[in-house]
């Protein structure tokens, strides 16, 4: 019987041999470790130090993955490496056969242990099937987590991390707080980030400030509302494989390149939102992209539509801290005298929101000759209205640029210098046109400067447009003072008044209504605003149809060639 066990105990080790060839073919094919964690090793980088007994346990097989001192002989679910050892393992698991399996001794640190006595035994268990084994446990205490899934790159990682929570102790000053990145060397960006809050706080408080106070101070402040703003996006679904502190120094890394490109502060729901937009890895995402560069190439660019309807209104609500709804302006500058009303009107706007002003112009050179008096015109301008503005100069395609510099504005103003002229082959070649459609934002199309903004005229149909266009009417006329008419042509259409009064009777906002029975919408918008002495003029974008516009013309375009008005336009 004993010669039986001997014979089917080798008969065994050949097959857990043949199996550990194919573990490790199958783990170089995929880029993967296939050998046991070295004890010693991770003891060093995690700067372990004592153990306490735990008595004995039962251990589940797949959480052991390394070894004290055979991590070599053995691939990572413990299958044997060297014919040499055939002797040794097929006498344990003979001698399983009568008498089991005895328990062996573990570390364990974090959910991973290690074996300390016991490889072969453990060899055996896994090959015969075992779940688990009986072990004698050493704890040893680790400042960050370990699991058995990790391999020897996050151990790298994770040694990075241990420095640094010996370098700041935010384990002892925020205990639970997990800043555990993939890539080992970007601690060094949150010691930065920490030195550079360090320095501002003792400015403030004109005061030397301790480490421990700046770090604790960086994680409340600085660390955790961008935390906040990764969930609040559910960006690690976005950008999977990454950690909440990775994607906290990716933000940081995308903020600087996005303000550096644009010479536009940004907030970090912008920035979030840009990078998931970007990088992101679902579905909807990816296809997002492929549809825009298909997109980019066989439709025309005033067919072309930025964003979803409403998408810019809930963000600016999601993420507004103020009453100001257009924070941020960009107005387009050409250099053109007959141009300066677009400026003008951004100053104007700017002084009723408080807000920051953007001047961009879009030249064939990076510094034209001509930059330093636009330069020096525009900062005139700006200091006789009392606001702070700045003047970018981009290069390329003037509605690729607009877009790509409104992404950190609320709102852009451009001069309604060139409106689509009323023909087919006018409208699709229309770079306004073009602009409106891409504009990820609400845009001003003015042709001169208004003499003040108290009276608006809303153009409400009740589509989804058209009710953007409702909010920020509503929007004006509570925070600007301004009185604001209700327009709606109801002829051969359902009356959408009832549902504006709704609305703005909800927010407690005074209006006047009008409903016209004529099929000229254009001709009715203009008449009404002159009639009512309005110096606005608020309406929904281009329609979800644009080839039917292309093809037939609409009520924007009419509106747009009289150049009697500025025209808000919203979606």
Not at 542 to 565: C, K, M, W
Request: aromatic content about 6%; overall charge neutral.
């Amino acid at each position: 019987m004993e010669d039986h066990y001997r014979l089917r105990a080798a008969q065994d080790f050949r097959s857990a041999r043949t199996k550990a060839a194919l573990e490790q073919t199958l783990a170089r094919l995929r880029g993967r470790p296939a050998g046991l964690l070295s004890f010693e090793d991770v003891r060093q980088q995690l700067r372990l130090a004592h153990s306490t007994p735990r008595g004995l346990q039962e251990v589940a097989l797949d959480a052991i993955v390394g070894s004290v001192g055979r991590y070599t002989d053995f691939t990572r679910s413990f299958l044997p490496l060297h014919d040499s050892d055939q002797t040794r393992w097929a006498g344990v698991r003979a001698a399983s056969e009568s008498m089991g399996l005895p328990p062996v001794e573990l570390y364990r640190i974090g959910d991973a242990y290690f074996v300390l006595d016991g490889n072969h035994r453990i060899s055996v268990a896994r090959e015969l099937g075992a779940k688990s084994i009986q072990a004698y446990v050493l704890d040893i205490p680790t400042r960050v987590p370990f699991s058995a899934n990790d391999n020897p790159d996050d151990l790298i990682c994770k040694a990075r991390y241990v420095e640094f929570l010996e370098r700041t102790s935010l384990d002892h000053l925020r205990p639970g707080a997990n800043l555990l990145m993939t890539v080992p060397g970007q601690y060094r960006v949150l010691d930065e980030h920490i030195d550079v809050h360090r320095y501002f706080l003792g400015m403030d408080s004109q005061a030397a400030v301790s480490l421990e106070d700046a770090v604790a101070s960086w994680y409340d402040t600085v660390y955790r509302p961008v935390v906040e703003v990764i969930r609040s996006q559910s960006l690690l679904q976005s950008l999977p494989d990454r950690t909440e502190t990775d994607l906290y120094v990716w933000l940081a890394e995308h903020r600087a390149t996005l303000e550096a490109a644009l010479e536009w502060s940004m907030d970090t729901q912008e920035v979030a939102a840009d990078l998931a937009g970007k990088f992101g890895v679902r579905s909807a995402q990816v296809l997002t992209r492929l549809w825009n560069a298909a997109s980019n190439l066989i439709v025309p660019a005033s067919l072309r539509s930025a964003t979803r309807i409403g998408q810019w209104r809930k963000g600016a609500v999601s993420k507004r801290d103020t009453l100001q709804l257009f924070s941020k302006i960009l107005v387009g500058v050409s250099g053109n005298a007959q141009a300066w009303p677009a400026l003008d009107t951004a100053l104007l706007l700017a002084r009723l929101e408080s807000a920051e002003l953007r001047g961009l112009h879009i030249s064939d050179e990076a510094q034209p000759a001509y930059s330093p008096a636009l330069r020096s015109s525009f900062a005139s301008r700006c200091t006789a209205a009392g606001i702070n503005g700045q003047l970018a100069i981009e290069t390329g395609l003037v509605r690729r640029a607009l877009r790509g510099g409104a992404i950190g504005a609320a709102l852009l103003v451009l001069h309604l210098a060139h409106p689509p002229a009323d023909d087919i082959g006018s409208r699709l070649a229309s770079g306004l046109r073009a602009i409106i459609q891409a504009c990820p934002r609400p845009v001003l199309a003015t042709p001169a400067v208004p003499v003040r903004l108290q009276r608006v005229l809303l153009a409400f149909d009740g589509s989804p447009k058209a009710r953007e266009a409702l909010y920020v009417a509503a929007y004006m006329a509570g925070a600007w003072d301004a009185a604001l008419v209700v327009l709606h042509c109801s002829a051969g259409a359902p009356d959408a008044l009832p549902e504006a009064r709704a609305y703005l009777e909800a927010h407690w906002t005074p209006a006047e209504y009008i409903s016209v029975k004529q099929r000229a919408v254009a001709a009715a918008i203009l008449q009404t605003a002159a009639d009512k002495n309005c110096d606005l003029i608020v309406m929904g974008g281009y329609s979800t149809n644009p080839l039917r516009e292309i093809a037939f013309g609409g009520s924007l375009d009419a509106v747009l060639q009289a150049r009697s008005h500025p025209v808000l336009l919203c979606g």
